[in-house]
């Protein structure tokens, strides 16, 4: 696979923007594992192979058990996550796969017990900036990996 555009280059203002709200993410009340299985998941949803590889390596700098990233993609039959981690999932597919009919109220009122107003709030602004990423990166085809001295994700000792 070749890079066909480099959006930072075409679109640094931009690009900037979106680094920047990314950012903003650290300050919030959500766990950064939370975060991350999030960005996971949405990577994983949309066929993000550049996201999924910096993801998976964040949250094993970061200290997430292996097993667990392995399990993102099949969360609902694992065990190892908890009602809070399962609201998170759920919240991220619905949005990433927005149903015709809007996000289901069942839904909606599970992840509303795991989460306050704010952390909903914050989880759905993370969902969304993941998205927009993803939209990015799927369009132009960074190379997965490609990043990752400049990232510093060479740490994950993935390779």
Known sequence: MTQRLNYFQESPELTKKLVELGGLFQKTTLEQHLRELVEVRASQLN????????????AKIHGERELRL????????????????????????????LPAQGVPDDIFERVRGQFSEKELSDLTFQVGAIN??????????????????MFGLDKAGLE
């Open 70 to 97: 392995h399990h993102v993609a099949i969360w609902r039959e694992s065990p190892l996550f908890s009602p809070r981690e399962r609201a998170a999932l759920a919240w991220t597919e619905v949005l990433t796969n």
């Open 132 to 149: 927009a990423w993803n939209r990015l990166n799927v369009a132009f085809r960074p190379v997965p990996g490609s990043l990752d001295k």
């Open 47 to 58: 066929g993000c192979g550049f996201c999924v590889d910096m993801h998976i390596k964040q």
